[in-house]
C-alpha cells in the first residue's frame, strides 16, 4: 500500500509539469531565418522570408518539448534576382524537386551553456542530424520569443557547387545559421 501511495504521489507531481506544456504557432511576420557564408573575400548574407510550424514548450520542463519547422525554399532572399533564382536551381537547393527545407526535433536538452535542440534537417531530399542552441527570450501574454543558432556544412547535404573546381575558395563550406521566431500560443 505504501508503494502504490508513493507511486501515486511521484504521478501527481509529474502531471502539473506535463499538463504544462503548450503548443506554439510560428508566427512567419515576425519570424526570420537568415544565413552567412564565405564568398570569395567577404560573407554573403542572405534569408528565407517564410517559415511555419509549431512549438511544444514549457519553459518549466524543456526536456519535454518538441518542435517542427517548414521553410519553402522559394522564399530565399538575398537582394538579387539573379542569385535568388540560382540558389532554387539544382546547383544548390533543387527548389523543383524539393521546395521545402524542414526540421523535426528528436530530443530537448537542458544543459549548463542553455538548451540544446537535437533533430533531423532536411534539404534536397537529405536527412541529417542538426544540434540547434536555442535562447528562450521568454512569454509575454500569448506569445513566446526563441533566438536560435546552429552551424551547417553545404557538402552534407549534397550542395557542392562549385566545390571541386576551386577547392572551396569562391563559396565556402560552413554556413552558419540564425533563427528568430516568435510563437504565437495555439488556441485550445
Same mark, same amino acid.
Given at each position: 500500500m505504501k508503494r502504490a501511495l508513493s507511486g501515486l504521489a511521484i504521478l501527481a507531481l509529474t502531471l502539473p509539469a506535463l499538463a504544462a506544456a503548450e503548443t506554439w504557432e510560428i508566427d512567419s511576420a515576425?519570424? /526570420?531565418v537568415s544565413y552567412k557564408i564565405r564568398h570569395m573575400l567577404s560573407n554573403l548574407t542572405g534569408s528565407f522570408g517564410t517559415l511555419s510550424g509549431t512549438i511544444e514548450f514549457d519553459p518549466e520542463n524543456p526536456a519535454?518539448? *518538441?518542435?517542427?519547422? /517548414?521553410?519553402?525554399v522559394s522564399s530565399i532572399e538575398t537582394h538579387n534576382e539573379k542569385r535568388n533564382a540560382h540558389l532554387q536551381s539544382e546547383d544548390f537547393f533543387d527548389a523543383a524537386n524539393h521546395p521545402n527545407l524542414t526540421f523535426k526535433s528528436t530530443k530537448f536538452v537542458q544543459t549548463d551553456d542553455g538548451l540544446k535542440v537535437e533533430g533531423v534537417l532536411n534539404m534536397r531530399g537529405v536527412d541529417k542530424p542538426v544540434t540547434l542552441d536555442v535562447e528562450y527570450l521568454g512569454m509575454m501574454g500569448d506569445v513566446a520569443g526563441f533566438s536560435v543558432s546552429t552551424k551547417l556544412n553545404?557538402? !552534407? +547535404? $549534397?550542395i *557542392? +557547387? &562549385?566545390r571541386a573546381l !576551386? &577547392? $572551396?575558395a569562391l563559396l565556402g563550406d560552413d554556413v552558419t545559421v540564425q533563427i528568430e521566431i516568435e510563437a504565437k500560443k495555439k488556441a485550445a
Amino acid at each position: 500500500m505504501k508503494r502504490a501511495l508513493s507511486g501515486l504521489a511521484i504521478l501527481a507531481l509529474t502531471l502539473p509539469a506535463l499538463a504544462a506544456a503548450e503548443t506554439w504557432e510560428i508566427d512567419s511576420a515576425h519570424s /526570420t531565418v537568415s544565413y552567412k557564408i564565405r564568398h570569395m573575400l567577404s560573407n554573403l548574407t542572405g534569408s528565407f522570408g517564410t517559415l511555419s510550424g509549431t512549438i511544444e514548450f514549457d519553459p518549466e520542463n524543456p526536456a519535454a518539448g *518538441s518542435v517542427e519547422v /517548414t521553410i519553402p525554399v522559394s522564399s530565399i532572399e538575398t537582394h538579387n534576382e539573379k542569385r535568388n533564382a540560382h540558389l532554387q536551381s539544382e546547383d544548390f537547393f533543387d527548389a523543383a524537386n524539393h521546395p521545402n527545407l524542414t526540421f523535426k526535433s528528436t530530443k530537448f536538452v537542458q544543459t549548463d551553456d542553455g538548451l540544446k535542440v537535437e533533430g533531423v534537417l532536411n534539404m534536397r531530399g537529405v536527412d541529417k542530424p542538426v544540434t540547434l542552441d536555442v535562447e528562450y527570450l521568454g512569454m509575454m501574454g500569448d506569445v513566446a520569443g526563441f533566438s536560435v543558432s546552429t552551424k551547417l556544412n553545404r557538402q !552534407d +547535404w $549534397g550542395i *557542392s +557547387w &562549385n566545390r571541386a573546381l !576551386d &577547392n $572551396g575558395a569562391l563559396l565556402g563550406d560552413d554556413v552558419t545559421v540564425q533563427i528568430e521566431i516568435e510563437a504565437k500560443k495555439k488556441a485550445a
